[in-house]
């Protein structure tokens, strides 16, 4: 996928940002490479763009596709296996994909799963960070802020709760 100056961005580790130049640099070895330099909320990076697909770089999800989103993240949880390892294991696949409609997911699980029982460290880091990610790109599409994306995703895991758990 190619991305040109003044794109909206996600970076799987970074969050969104946005595509300020793309540039030529030595950063490793003796070749230059293109880059893609991505502006985020606390950082620049630069994304290699023959590795951009690799890395899992992408254009932030656009505000018609929410809809779905919206339905994912009120649907009924998938089933985590009680095995912390597997259950790592498994999230850290899924989150490969690095989709919003995996992030959707892994957070309606994870986040049902904290209903009934306590989440382990490892889940509470992971469910952190995938929700950080989901808040900004969120915000981004929905053009409106992180807190109010992040009380809209909240109400929506609500409503999934009382829906699934009554």
Known sequence: M?????????????????ITAIS??????NQNRQ???????KSTIWVPI??????????VTVKRDLARYR???????????????????????RLKEGSLDVACQVVRDLTARGWNK??????TIALRKVREGLDQEWAAAEGVSIAEA???IDA???????????
């Open 2 to 18: 190619q991305f040109e100056v003044g794109d909206t961005v996600f970076h799987p580790v970074h969050g969104v940002g946005h």
């Open 24 to 29: 030529e640099n030595r950063f490793v070895g």
């Open 35 to 41: 880059y893609y330099e991505v502006a985020t909320e």
């Open 50 to 59: 023959e590795a951009s697909a690799t890395i899992g770089l992408r254009r």
């Open 71 to 93: 339905s994912v993240l009120k649907s009924h949880p998938t089933w985590l296996d009680d095995d912390h390892g597997k259950r790592r294991l498994y999230i850290a696949n």
């Open 118 to 123: 306590r989440l382990t460290q490892v889940d």
């Open 150 to 152: 992040t009380q809209e």
């Open 156 to 166: 929506l895991l609500l409503e999934g709760r009382q829906t699934y758990m009554s």
